[in-house]
């Protein structure tokens, strides 16, 4: 007997975070990382393994959000860099890691799932942030992405 995708797939079975914005398509969520704050994961709803599996239309959504997200996050905190991953080897299931990164951060200039290189400097996103995120990202959705 054959594994059931869905039953199996932690983005099916769980929001994968803190949401921001849910859309027929996708959501969007903040995930609980005070080494890397602001953090997002763009998850689309359905299972579906690759981009790929897409139609071009919703393909272009996705990506639309995902851009979305990156100008908020470069608006509200100024990264040194945004890195934008959608890796699926652990979960297999289309989404987006959205990472504002920082110079002074613990893995930098190194992707965040490596080793660490020093001590991080802790950042503190401040009251109001999770809502302010929600409207810069609706913002640049209604911009166009």
Known sequence: ?????????????????????????????????????GFCRVILNDHRKEMSDLSPGDRRKV????????RAIRRLLNPDKVNLASLGNVT???????????RDDARFPNPIW?????????RDL??????????????ALSDGG
């Not at 869905?6 to 921001?20: A, P, R, Y």
């Not at 959000?65 to 990156?70: D, K, N």
């Not at 401040?126 to 913002?139: A, C, M």
């Open 126 to 139: 401040g009251v109001g942030f999770f809502e302010s995120l929600r409207t810069e990202i609706s913002n």
């Open 114 to 122: 490596g080793e660490p290189i020093r001590v991080g400097t802790a």
């Open 1 to 37: 007997m054959t594994a059931d995708p869905v039953s199996d797939c932690e983005l099916c079975q769980q929001d994968g975070g803190n949401i921001i914005i849910r859309s027929d398509l996708c959501r969007v969520v903040l995930i609980a990382d005070e080494s890397y704050p």
């Open 92 to 102: 297999p299931h289309v989404h987006w890691h959205v990472i504002p990164r920082f």
């Open 63 to 70: 990506f639309d959000t995902v851009i979305a997200v990156e």
